[in-house]
């Protein structure tokens, strides 16, 4: 079975402060893929990032940067001098390949809700 | 958003009605997926499809029914609304190993 965590429920910062969401996931699989999705308060999914199980390269998107460590199971997610438009809630999820069966579905984490005050 | 339609966007509904929602992509995607969102629980896959004419199961089916009658369109069913049932709907299509997704469907039982 997958699972998805993220342990942070709510984060609440400043503007301009950093900040990251942390995930842990677990799968038996030894092909699968990590995703973020933002969901700001007008309640569309946003795409933000797909990482391969077999790219562990860190990636920076702007303000934005994502930690992948297969040694701990982790794919963390940073924003770097936070904007009140940040404010949303961001999940975490996997998808894995399960012999090619598995038709992309996705395991969500629980969402943490991410507000930046001005 | 990303060529994947939903309607309604919003919908209340007695205990016990039925209703339909409707998924449309145009993107000539294979696999379309349902789902709902709880708050606190993030998003649970209802039924998938990971072809025209092809159903599964996904972690919580019980209560919904689904059709892929062609390519572009999935709809789901309920046929005896339950309060349990309260829940944002959400249906995606796959490009490329990520799914993309529609705005999502508000739906109240009372």
């Known amino acids: 079975a997958q699972k998805v965590t993220q342990a942070q429920t709510e984060i609440s910062v400043v503007e301009k402060e950093d900040v990251t969401l942390d995930c842990v996931y677990e799968?038996?699989?030894?092909?699968?893929?990590l995703f973020w999705y933002k969901q700001p308060p007008s309640g569309e999914l946003v795409f933000l990032i797909r990482?391969?199980?077999?790219?562990?390269q860190n990636e920076i998107s702007g303000r934005y940067s994502w930690n992948f460590q297969k040694s701990t199971s982790s794919f963390n997610f940073t924003i770097t001098a936070s904007q009140v438009v940040d404010s949303a809630v961001y999940f975490c999820?996997?998808?894995?390949?399960?012999?090619?069966?598995?038709?992309?579905?996705?395991?969500f984490g629980q969402g943490t809700i991410l507000t930046v005050h001005p | 958003n990303a060529g994947v339609t939903q309607t309604p966007k919003f919908q209340v509904l007695k205990t016990g009605q039925s209703m339909t929602l409707q998924c449309a992509q145009d993107?000539?995607?294979?696999?379309m997926y349902w789902y709902r969102q709880d708050p606190g629980m993030g998003l649970r896959l209802i039924y998938y499809?990971?072809?025209?004419?092809?159903?599964d199961k996904g972690e919580v089916p019980n209560g919904y029914n689904v059709s892929r009658l062609n390519k572009r369109e999935f709809s789901l069913r309920l046929e005896s609304a339950a309060p349990s049932q309260t829940s944002v709907y959400f249906c995606?299509?796959?490009?490329?190993?990520?799914?993309?997704f529609g705005d999502g469907t508000r739906l109240s039982i009372l």
């Open positions: 999820a996997l998808s894995s390949n399960a012999g090619g069966t598995s038709y992309g579905k996705l395991t």
């Open positions: 799968t038996r699989d030894t092909t699968y893929y």
């Open positions: 990482r391969n199980s077999f790219d562990e």
């Open positions: 993107m000539n995607h294979n696999s």
């Open positions: 499809s990971a072809s025209e004419g092809t159903t």
């Open positions: 995606a299509s796959l490009q490329e190993s990520t799914q993309h």
